[in-house]
Every structure is written in structure tokens, then in C-alpha cells.
């Protein structure tokens, strides 16, 4: 079967030089209560994963084991979550060319009098540990090195974001047996982290490392005809050459599972930009089915070639400088994240389900002529059922402990009011809406509450006439 690949962009960008920080380790025993805090709250179906990964060179099967406990330190009314980590080996054959470190991309854990924690208990303890400056977390073991064969003890970080279940790397740095060349890998291993955004959200501009996107071309043979394109996870193997056949290595041999859509890919490079000066540069790529444990189909060494048009497209000023074959004109079919940031000036609008998004220099859309199916609103309802509604101070799971937000949460904004199309979401159109339907509500009130009063005051003033004329009148008569 012909495997092609097309090359579609490959993109640039300088990373700036920061230095990582030291992490303290502690020991402790196993038990409920630690250094910061005394009891461990019991969770029902607890966040845990258990993934498994291969070394090259070497047989057998390794696993990463996560879960995620919850903590309270009874005395203070605080509680945090506390992430559990543990790799085995035992399962690969013993190998001591091999050097492995795991990589979790964490956050800045909190101090529970240290920084990572780990349990007394056979294995291999952790001996070093550091951060980079947007949050991954480098451990390394034993003298510096975790071999085949060997586990570790479990280690733990602490911290209040949310779990969600992603990925850890493995780095394996291992000598070849038959070249005698060292190399290394990098081995994406599905885990439960913290939910926190990826390294380049925090990254100054340009985009911190390199993409590489491509189409899968299945082809045809002999005896198989229209074959469809591939679609699901597969495994990739990458690593940059000095030469189109015979070159030799510039950069480590990365692995990691990339999602492919109908053919097409996107896959990022964490080569160091150094990797690519001193000459032309050859990128060598391999793939497999995800999880399949197969040898990698190698499919030749690609020349590295400038793309302007993408280069282009990411710099222009405005879009329409911007000609048909210079910018992506739809972004329809998407089916990762996107992440939108205005520029100056520039506002964006979504609907309730956040599935129409609208780009406008001032003010939300509200054109008549776009809309359909309109019915009366009882203001004073909407007022009623508005002082009813929830409203709280609060922060967002992935945001540091000083930043505050205030409002409704969008499932008790769904319940009493039925506005929108999902109960995780609230559309700004309808937020405004409520508020300024309960404003007339309550103007509507107010007016009356007035007109019974100034009815009361006029009631009360005719009273008074008469009993003024009735005095009058008793006093012409004395």
C-alpha cells in the first residue's frame, strides 16, 4: 500500500530563555493526614487513569498510574486536591542504556510544607524535581536515571485545579545498540492533570515552537481501490536529518499520538529553533495505528521549505491585505479547540451554545432582520424570577486564587429563565436581556406603588379640605 505525505505549513518561532525552578521533596508515610493536611476526604469515582507505554530497543510494557484525592485540612476549613503519580517498569525488560524522566504538566503546585511529596515505599524515590516557567514538571530518579525494570514509589503534587484526563511524557534518553548514536524520546502516556491551559497560551508571541501539518495519502494498489481517508489516533515519529537519505540525527527522535482527520494532521515539533541552523534540514516521519504496538511505517526523510503564505497570514495587519491563497477563508469542520483572541478594538460574540461566533468593532449584533419567532415578555415575572436567581462571588477552576468573578451559574440561569441552548453556558444576548427586562419590571412597579400612593396622598388631602371647610364653617357659626 503507497503511503504519501503532502507538506502543507511549517511554522517558526523563537522560544525565549527562562530557567526552571528547583522543586523541594518531601517523605512521607502513607496515611489520611500529611503536612498541610489531617484527613482524606473519601470521593466517589475518584479521577484515576492508568496508561501504558513502550521503550525502543527494549520488549515489554511500562505504566504511568494517576488518580486525584481530595484533602482537607479540618483545622483551617481549607481542602485541596492532591495528585497522585506512580511509574512501573517492572514490565520491560532490563535495559541500562536507558535513562527515563516524566513530565507533568502541572502548574505550581502548593507548598505543602514541600513542593512534591512522595510516599515511603518500595520503588524508586524521586530525586530531583523542577518547573518551567509555564508549568511543566520535570522528575528524575533514583541517581538521575529511572532504568527498565525498576518502578517508583507514588509522588504527589497539590493543588485546587480541577482533574481532567490527558497525558504525561515519558522522556527516554537511551543509546542505540546497533549505531551507538544517543537519542531520545518522548512518549505522550495518558494520565489524570490539572486542567490548566498548554504552554503556549502563556508564551510571548510568536508561536513558541514548530507545527507541522500534512495529509495522509492512503492510495491504492493491486487488489484495494478507493480506500478512505484515515481518520482516528495514530502514533508519529519524528526527528530532524542533516540529509535527504544516510543523514545524520540533529534533533531527538519525538513520539507522541496525534489525532488524524479524513487525511489531515497537525502535529507540533518541540525541537529547539537552534535544530535548524547551520544548514538545510530533513524531517524523518514515521506513523503506526495508535496503541497498536506495530513497527513504524518510515516514509522517507520531507525537506524542510519555507512557507510564506503562512508566515503571511499570521502577520498581516489587516484581512484584507490578505488575497484567497494567503489565509484560511472558513473554519468550518473544526473539531479540536480553537482559541479566539480579539485585537484592539475588536469584540467577540457568542451565542448560548457558543456555536455562532460573531466579530464586531462595537456592539453585539441585534438586527431585527436576523431574528424570528418573537413573543411578549411579562417584565414583572422576569423581575420576580430574577430576584429568585443564585448570584455568587467565585473563580474559574483554572485561575489563581486572587482573581474574583460575580454572577449566576449558567445551570440555575437555564432552570429559572429556560434562555439558551445548554446549561454550561450563558449567552451574553440573554444575560443583557434579563437585566433589562427586569428593569422595566421594575420601573413598572415603581410607577404603582406611586400612583397607589399619590391615590392615598389625594385621598387623604380631599379629607383634610373638608375637615378645614368644617372648621371654617364652625367658626362663622360661634
Not at 225 to 250: H, I, K, M, R
Not at 374 to 384: G, Q, R, T, Y
Request: hydrophobic fraction near 40%; glycine fraction near 10%.
Amino acid at each position: 500500500m503507497k503511503k504519501t505525505f503532502v507538506l502543507i505549513l511549517l511554522g517558526l518561532a523563537m522560544e525565549t530563555a527562562h530557567a526552571d525552578t528547583p522543586l523541594s521533596i518531601g517523605t512521607i508515610p502513607p496515611g489520611p493526614g500529611g503536612p498541610c493536611y489531617d484527613d482524606t476526604d473519601v470521593i466517589a469515582s475518584p479521577p484515576r487513569a492508568m496508561g501504558t507505554f513502550t521503550l525502543p530497543t527494549v520488549a515489554g510494557t511500562g505504566s504511568v498510574t494517576s488518580s486525584v484525592a481530595q484533602v482537607a485540612d479540618n483545622i483551617h476549613h481549607l481542602s485541596h486536591l492532591r495528585y497522585d503519580y506512580s511509574v512501573d517498569m517492572t514490565g520491560i525488560s532490563p535495559a541500562a542504556n536507558h535513562c527515563v524522566r516524566v513530565l507533568v504538566h502541572f502548574g505550581t503546585p502548593h507548598v505543602c510544607s514541600f513542593d512534591v511529596l512522595q510516599f515511603t515505599g518500595p520503588g524508586s524515590t524521586v530525586s530531583s524535581a523542577s518547573k518551567a516557567p509555564y508549568g511543566d514538571v520535570t522528575f528524575l530518579f533514583n541517581s538521575g536515571c529511572l532504568v527498565p525494570g525498576q518502578k517508583t514509589v507514588v509522588f504527589s503534587m497539590l493543588t485546587d485545579v480541577q482533574p481532567k484526563t490527558n497525558v504525561v511524557t515519558v522522556i527516554d534518553d537511551y543509546i542505540d545498540p546497533a549505531s551507538g548514536n544517543s537519542n531520545e524520546v518522548r512518549i505522550n502516556v495518558t494520565a489524570v492533570v490539572p486542567d490548566i491551559p498548554p504552554d503556549w497560551v502563556y508564551a510571548p508571541m510568536p508561536l513558541p515552537r514548530m507545527f507541522f501539518q500534512g495529509f495522509v495519502d492512503v492510495g491504492t494498489n493491486q487488489t484495494v481501490t478507493n480506500v478512505p481517508p484515515l481518520s482516528g489516533p495514530y502514533e508519529f515519529t519524528a526527528q530532524l536529518v542533516d540529509a535527504a537519505s544516510n543523514g545524520l540525527p540533529v534533533g531527538p527522535v519525538v513520539t507522541q499520538t496525534v489525532q488524524v482527520v479524513r487525511g489531515l494532521f497537525n502535529m507540533p515539533l518541540p525541537f529547539e529553533p537552534g535544530a535548524l541552523s547551520g544548514g538545510t534540514r530533513w524531517l524523518s516521519i514515521g506513523l503506526r495505528p495508535g496503541g497498536s504496538g506495530d513497527a513504524f511505517s518510515l516514509l522517507g526523510n520531507l525537506a524542510i521549505t519555507p512557507a510564506p503564505q503562512a508566515f503571511y497570514a499570521y502577520s498581516a495587519g489587516v484581512v484584507a491585505d490578505i488575497s484567497q491563497d494567503q489565509a484560511v477563508l472558513t473554519m468550518n469542520g473544526i473539531t479540536g479547540n480553537l482559541t479566539l483572541v480579539p485585537g484592539p478594538g475588536i469584540q467577540l460574540f457568542a451565542d448560548g451554545g457558543a456555536r455562532t461566533i460573531t466579530i464586531a468593532t462595537t456592539g453585539q449584533p441585534s438586527d431585527r432582520n436576523i431574528k424570528t419567532g418573537f413573543a411578549p415578555v411579562k417584565s414583572d415575572e422576569i423581575l420576580n424570577k430574577l430576584l429568585a436567581l443564585p448570584i455568587q462571588n467565585w473563580r474559574f477552576t483554572n485561575e489563581v486564587a486572587t482573581i474574583r468573578h460575580l454572577g449566576p451559574m449558567a445551570q440555575d440561569f437555564k432552570a429559572t429563565f429556560g434562555l439558551g441552548e445548554g446549561n454550561t453556558t450563558i449567552g451574553t444576548v440573554d444575560e443583557s436581556g434579563v437585566a433589562l427586562s427586569a428593569i422595566q419590571g421594575l420601573n413598572r412597579k415603581l410607577e404603582d406603588q406611586l400612583k397607589l400612593k399619590d391615590a392615598e396622598i389625594g385621598a387623604l388631602k380631599s379629607r383634610l379640605d373638608k375637615l378645614e371647610k368644617s372648621v371654617e364653617q364652625q367658626n362663622l357659626n360661634q
